[in-house]
Nanobody
Framework: QVQLVESGGGLVQPGGSLRLSCAAS????????MNWYMKAPGKERELVAW?????????YYADSVKGRFTISRDNAKDTVYLQMNSLKPEDTAYYYC??????????WGQGTLVTVSS
C-alpha cells in the first residue's frame, strides 16, 4: 500500500524559502519517478516538478516555478524534496507528492500547506 507523507509547509513572507519533504513507503522508491503538485483554493491540482527514477538525473519544472524551485531525492531515505526559494503569494497552496507513474489505487497524502504572505 502506497503511503506518502508530506511535511515542511508553513507561513513565509514573499521572497522567503521553504523545503518540503515527502516520505514514501509501500513501493520500491528507486523504481519510480516522483512528482510534486500544488493545489490552490478554487483551482485544479497542477504539476509543479518531476524527478526521474533511480538517480534522479532528469527533472522537469512548470514554467511558473522554473529557476526558483528545486526537486531532489534521497533514495537512502525514500524521500523526495522540494526546495522553494523566492516564494511568491501565488505559490500559496497545498503541496502533494505522488509517484510517477501512479496507479488509480494510489491514495494522495494529506499534503502540506504553504502560505506566502506578508
Amino acid at each position: 500500500q502506497v503511503q506518502l507523507v508530506e511535511s515542511g509547509g508553513g507561513l513565509v513572507q514573499p521572497g522567503g524559502s521553504l523545503r518540503l519533504s515527502c516520505a514514501a513507503s509501500g513501493f520500491r522508491f528507486t523504481s519510480y519517478g516522483m512528482n510534486w503538485y500544488m493545489k490552490a483554493p478554487g483551482k485544479e491540482r497542477e504539476l509543479v516538478a518531476w524527478i526521474s527514477r533511480e538517480d534522479g538525473a532528469t527533472v522537469y519544472y512548470a514554467d511558473s516555478v522554473k529557476g526558483r524551485f528545486t526537486i531532489s531525492r534521497d533514495n537512502a531515505k525514500d524521500t523526495v524534496y522540494l526546495q522553494m526559494n523566492s516564494l511568491k503569494p501565488e505559490d500559496t497552496a497545498y503541496y502533494y507528492c505522488m509517484r510517477a507513474p501512479s496507479s488509480p489505487r494510489d491514495a494522495w497524502g494529506q499534503g502540506t500547506l504553504v502560505t506566502v504572505s506578508s
